[in-house]
């Protein structure tokens, strides 16, 4: 019987040695994968930014801000006062998303806007500036070049955080620009059993929807399209299989989780040992 005491103990040493705890390569963000053969350098190489002008799409919610010379105009058109705007702002996250759709305008499922006064305008597939340009030219229609201005942006980069998240959820960033790891410390950053080398992006195009998977662990990700979010993003990041064994995240929570088993088994064959 103690042969087999021991039979166990030093299997289940092995089997928690091998897969219950989490290497630090696998939780440190921009590494640089590849050996590096040159001196120690303080700073990294710079790493070009990739991005794409953003388009338009049905379901976007843009602000777009008409103010004339006309008090009357101004309060026929609805446009977002300043006041509202600033809580927005300083209300932040999810909260600062439902002040635009409030008083935004969503693009319907046909790419069209409809503004008071003006009417119905298509906006989707343009840049904000485009847009910009378009709902100028019908401003014209109403008050003279040089007597009025027109804003027009998105109300926030909206994108939702799935799976090993500290804190998953929709949110609601409203800055014209969010990097991924931005994302990702809005949501309360990973968890130490998510698969940051392998992290799903599903990005909504005008044709559908793509999924593309993502290794945060890689700072040639910094150089990449992805690493800035687009609207309606969706990150979703997998557990590891030390989430399916069920073992500790940390060397305590395994040395706990060991000792207990191995308690709890020599428990039992002593039970067993003594009916016999």
């Known amino acids: 019987m103690n042969k087999l ?3 166990c103990f030093l299997g289940m040493v092995i089997s928690f040695g091998l897969f219950s705890c989490v290497s630090n390569k696998k939780l440190i963000y921009m590494q640089q994968l590849e050996e590096s053969t040159g001196p120690l350098v303080e700073t990294s190489e710079k790493y070009p930014y990739v991005t ?14 008409i103010k004339t010379t006309d008090a009357t105009l101004n309060l026929v058109f609805g446009a977002v006062s300043n006041d509202t705007q600033n809580q927005a702002a300083m209300s932040g996250g999810q909260g600062a998303g439902d002040a635009f759709f409030m008083n935004g305008y969503t693009i319907d ?8 006064l003006i009417g119905k305008l298509k906006l989707d597939g343009m840049t904000t500036e ?15 070049q ?16 799935l799976g090993e998240f500290n804190r998953s959820g929709k949110y609601t960033i409203l800055q014209n620009r969010v990097t991924i790891f931005e994302a990702i410390a809005f949501a309360g950053d990973l968890s130490r059993v998510a698969k940051r080398d392998e992290i799903l992006l599903v990005r909504q195009y005008p044709d559908g929807s ?15 399209e992805y690493f800035f979010l687009k609207p309606n993003d969706m990150i979703y990041a997998e557990p590891m299989k030390v989430r399916e064994i069920g073992a500790g995240n940390t060397l305590v929570e395994t040395l706990t989780l060991l000792t207990t ?3 709890a088994i020599a428990l039992i064959l002593t039970l067993v ?4």
């Open 261 to 263: 088993s191995i308690t």
């Open 5 to 7: 005491l021991k039979f």
């Open 52 to 65: 794409e002008e953003y388009l338009l799409q049905v379901n976007d919610i843009v602000e777009i801000n």
């Open 146 to 161: 040089n007597e009025f201005f027109v804003r027009v942006r998105l109300g926030g980069i909206r994108f939702s955080a």
């Open 210 to 224: 793509q999924i593309h998977k993502i290794n945060l662990l890689d700072r040639e990700l910094l150089g990449s």
């Open 273 to 276: 040992q003594d009916n016999n």
């Open 130 to 144: 485009q847009a910009k340009m378009v709902v100028e030219k019908e401003v014209l229609k109403y008050v003279n």
């Open 109 to 116: 499922d046909e790419g069209m806007v409809e503004i008071p």
